[in-house]
């Protein structure tokens, strides 16, 4: 389960967001009951909080390791280039292929003359 992605756990997110959820609750409730300076303080770090971390959970995913054109084979720059009759779409191939490989190194791969 360590090398899951992000995406292959959506009980982390769910946990996350009934959390959210009940301390929401917990808050206004006791907001609600005693509407004291403390309850009103716990709103506003909860609503500034919030979102915070509901994101920052959202986008923490690990990027490919970055990779060079050296490491690309050029039997896998000629397979997209013929398969794909567009340098839009061999670049993409290409990337997928590599997920490490930056934009401008696989354009330069695909198209060496310009």
């Given at each position: 389960m360590k090398g899951?992605?992000?995406?292959?756990?959506?009980?982390?997110?769910?946990?996350?967001?009934?959390?959210?959820?009940a301390l929401a609750f917990m808050t206004i409730s006791d907001l609600v009951s005693d509407p004291s300076a403390w309850n009103w303080s716990k709103l506003v770090v909860l609503a500034v909080a919030g979102p915070f971390i509901w994101f920052g959970e959202s986008r923490s995913r690990t990027s490919p390791e970055k990779?060079?054109?050296?490491?690309?084979?050029?039997?896998?720059?000629?397979?997209?280039?013929?398969?794909?009759?567009?340098?839009?779409?061999?670049?993409?191939?290409?990337?997928?292929?590599?997920?490490?490989?930056?934009?401008l190194d696989a354009k330069n791969l695909v198209q060496p003359d310009h």
């Open positions: 899951m992605k992000a995406e292959e756990r959506p009980w982390k997110r769910y946990g996350l967001a009934a959390l959210l959820a990779i060079g054109p050296e490491a690309v084979p050029a039997e896998d720059v000629d397979a997209v280039v013929a398969e794909s009759g567009r340098t839009v779409h061999a670049i993409k191939a290409l990337r997928e292929m590599h997920p490490g490989l930056g934009l």
